[in-house]
């Protein structure tokens, strides 16, 4: 399996314009989750899915950001009007069936800079 | 409420040296899980190890063991004969059957081997 695919894998723009970042999940994975990784906070869980439907998106910061799954192989991450203090690395994540025991595959993540 | 403290920031060693990678967790539930996550530089977490919290017996893989101590609410790394290739951020991490399907991270401990 090709593991989890994230693009772009650097995007930098400029503030207030829109940035959406994907993901593809492994196949067959059910669960689809959201980090956001800064060295203030570290890794942050921003929302995830289950079966495409968002089940916790209690960690999304702003009503800027928002997340969609419109079906089990493809999921989008936007932020509009994008700040210079989202600037991180966001990483797209997938489990089998998403209980405690799972793990959860990473993706290469995606460098964000908003200048 | 879960938590994960990783309380070393940063730790260095010269290579060969053995090193020890501390990771105390807090959870008011009988069945959790305890994983840990390799972050090289290179960006990606790489998943290493998960134990359940019915099971204390450690585990060796290789160059890697993990010790696992209820009494003290620890999961503790441990690298033998370390490596350069070793050299990473590491990542404690812990989930709860019965509460959601999170995994709440630690701040991770950087760990560099010089040659």
């Known amino acids: 399996d090709a593991g989890v695919i994230q693009s772009p894998r650097h995007e930098v723009t400029e503030m207030g314009q829109e940035v959406t970042l994907r993901c593809k999940p492994i196949?067959?994975?059910?669960?689809l989750f959201w980090y956001r990784q800064t060295m203030m906070r570290g890794l942050e869980l921003l929302i995830y899915?289950?079966?495409?439907?968002?089940?916790?998106d209690s960690g999304m910061p702003e009503d800027r950001f928002s997340a969609k799954m419109p079906n089990a192989s493809f999921s989008t991450l936007k932020i509009q009007p994008s700040e210079p203090r989202d600037s991180a690395v966001y990483f797209c994540?997938?489990?089998?069936?998403?209980?405690?025991?799972?793990?959860?595959?990473f993706g290469p993540g995606t460098r964000l800079t908003v200048l | 409420a879960q938590k994960v403290t990783q309380a070393q920031t940063e730790i260095s060693v010269v290579e060969k040296e053995d090193v020890t990678l501390d990771c105390v967790y807090e959870?008011?539930?009988?069945?959790?899980?305890l994983f840990w996550y390799k972050q090289p530089p290179s960006g990606e977490l790489v998943f290493l190890i998960r134990r359940n919290s019915f099971d204390e017996q450690n585990e060796i893989s290789g160059r890697y063991s993990w010790n696992f101590q209820k009494s003290t609410s620890s999961f503790n790394f441990t690298i033998t004969a370390s490596q350069v290739v070793d050299s990473a951020v590491y990542f404690c991490?812990?989930?709860?059957?019965?509460?959601?399907?999170?995994?709440?991270f630690g701040t991770g401990t950087r760990l560099q081997v010089f040659p």
């Open positions: 959870t008011r539930d009988t069945t959790y899980y």
């Open positions: 994540a997938s489990s089998l069936r998403g209980q405690g025991w799972d793990e959860q595959f």
């Open positions: 899915f289950n079966n495409n439907v968002p089940i916790d």
């Open positions: 196949s067959g994975h059910d669960y």
């Open positions: 991490a812990l989930s709860e059957l019965y509460n959601t399907d999170k995994l709440i």
